[in-house]
């Protein structure tokens, strides 16, 4: 990461409308609970130091998957889990999807200590790197445990017979793409906009940098599954 700033002025939000805007949370109640809103949202990410935000955008090596499984069922309590019903709060549960009936979560194993472990010198997940001896349910980490492989997922979902659960497929689409990253950036900015508070800006524009960074490299065509 740089240091240098050479953006000095809003591409969108031209100075008088952003001093407009400031001046109105200054004297009217309304405008000030927009922006205490804005505050309150973008809370969670002043939290994250600038590594773990920087860290937060993947790279394009896992398939991404707008559903776990299409037609298919919870691994646990077999309720029925269609299309797009599994839950995913990325904020309090990293790398987890939850069933939308007995809570349980999956997949079962680290797998942001398996992630880490496979990251390139870029920064970016390579399969053959990472350690596979960190794939294993950390409820139940006796490898005698015949649960010891249950709910497990490397990236590429997790495997019974012909079937797969594609838990970390779904869960970069709904969690880290579009809750923490892109809910970052939104609510960074928004903030930013309504109080002027550069720490705002500084953390929205750590996400937007390593966004820009990995973009182009993502092909859904070829690396994803509708
Ligand atoms: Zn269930």
Known sequence: MSDAVD???????????????????????????????AVEAAEPWLAFSDEALWEMMF????????MVWSNGHCPVCNGQTPMYTWKVD????????????????????DFAAFHRSGLDEKGVFDPARADRALLFNAEHPDP??????????????????????????????YGQWKQLILGGIENL???????????????????????????????FEKEGLA
């Open 7 to 37: 953006k000095q002025t809003s591409a969108f939000y031209p100075e008088e409308l952003v001093s407009r805007i400031r001046a109105n949370t200054e004297r009217d109640a309304w405008a000030r609970t927009v922006r205490d809103a």
């Open 59 to 66: 790279g394009h090596t896992i398939t991404r998957s707008w």
């Open 90 to 109: 990325a904020l309090a549960h990293p790398w987890k999807v939850h069933c939308p009936h007995c809570d349980e979560s999956f997949p079962k194993n």
């Open 144 to 173: 005698d445990d015949p649960l010891h492989a249950f709910g497990v997922d490397d990236g590429e979902g997790y495997l019974e017979g012909e079937t797969r659960w594609r838990f970390i497929g779904a869960y970069l689409i």
């Open 189 to 219: 900015s928004a903030a930013y906009v309504l109080t002027g508070e550069p720490v705002y800006a500084r953390k929205a524009g750590v996400l937007l940098d390593r966004v820009a960074d990995l973009y182009s490299t993502f092909d």
